[in-house]
């Protein structure tokens, strides 16, 4: 499990991993200007050390890679981060329903196909800063003494960008 520690800043972090130097251009490019901080990494092995050094707010990542892929990496991230959510969104140039799917599957929260467009992917990430600072403010308690029930709707809702608690009685 990825240790969770409290980081307190102002600056929205996204940690971005792909290994063609293009993309990372392209993404260093669209971010400049913004209220965003890029940490990059151009692998998956070299990202897993990134987050546990960073906790990014975000992860943005290539789905082919050498050595892990972006759908392993997505799935070791949601794995040991059950309680933090941490948006995942894929981008790739596989663009047909079952890569969708597959993607879904392992734990992205979204997908985006390249080329994209760079108000496309500044909309996204926009997009999950907003689910993030909601989580921050919107607290959830779920009690259910059936534990299946009760993780089962934790993970619901945690999908869908709610700070969620959880407890087996009053």
């Known amino acids: ?25 392209f993404v260093t490019k669209v ?15 070299e990202a897993l050390d990134l987050y546990n050094e960073h906790l990014p707010n975000m992860i943005i990542t290539d789905i082919e890679m050498g050595g892990m892929n972006g759908l392993e990496f997505c799935k070791k991230i949601k794995e040991n981060n059950v309680d933090r959510f941490i948006p995942v969104i894929i981008l790739s140039s596989r663009n047909t329903p079952i ?18 467009k760079e108000q ?20 959830i308690l779920v009690i259910d003494e059936d534990k299946l029930s009760r993780e089962f709707i934790y993970h619901t ?14």
């Open 1 to 25: 499990m990825f240790p969770i520690k409290n980081k307190i800043t102002s600056v929205f972090e996204i940690l971005f991993v792909d290994d063609s130097k293009t993309m990372h251009s």
């Open 31 to 45: 971010l400049q200007n913004s209220k965003y901080k890029i940490i990059e990494a151009f692998s998956a092995e």
């Open 99 to 116: 890569d969708f799917e597959t993607a879904f599957n392992y734990g992205a929260d979204d997908y985006l196909t390249k080329p994209v």
């Open 120 to 139: 496309s992917l500044l909309n996204k990430i926009e997009e999950y800063e907003n689910v993030l600072k909601q989580k921050q403010t919107n607290r």
């Open 157 to 170: 809702l945690v999908k869908n960008g709610l700070n969620v608690l959880t407890s087996n009685s009053f």
